[in-house]
Nanobody, 115 residues
Framework: QVHLVESGGGLVQAGGSLRLSCAAS??????MGWYRQAPGNDRDLVADITLGGTTRYADFVKGRFTISRDNTKSTVWLQMNNLSPEDTAVYYC???????????WGQGTQVTVSS
């Protein structure tokens, strides 16, 4: 059974930093990444990273967020710097099965940035 365990969310002041982590287990995983969803909005890609380390970022986080992973631990991190209230959302870890491409989601972790 696949499990994605997220941690690192919380409350931070504008300009501050948080680091999210997601540990996946129970399968073999390909791409890993983070999405976010604010109330009333769609769930949007924040960043993802392939097995080979190729990264992709949403325009609204470029230069502020950094995604990284450890393939041996099936763990992905999202370092978030210079946070703004607009970054307030539930952040979801996302990954896909390495062969079947089936998608898996974490339970979500709340990030709240106060002004």
């Amino acid at each position: 059974q696949v499990h994605l365990v997220e941690s690192g969310g919380g409350l931070v002041q504008a300009g501050g930093s948080l680091r999210l982590s997601c540990a996946a287990s129970g399968s073999i995983f390909g791409i890993m990444g983070w999405y976010r969803q604010a109330p009333g909005n769609d769930r949007d890609l924040v960043a993802d990273i392939t097995l080979g380390g190729t990264t992709r970022y949403a325009d609204f986080v470029k230069g502020r967020f950094t995604i990284s992973r450890d393939n041996t631990k099936s763990t992905v991190w999202l370092q978030m710097n210079n946070l703004s209230p607009e970054d307030t959302a539930v952040y979801y870890c996302h990954t896909r099965h390495r062969v079947t491409d089936v998608a898996y989601w974490g339970q979500g972790t709340q990030v709240t940035v106060s002004s």
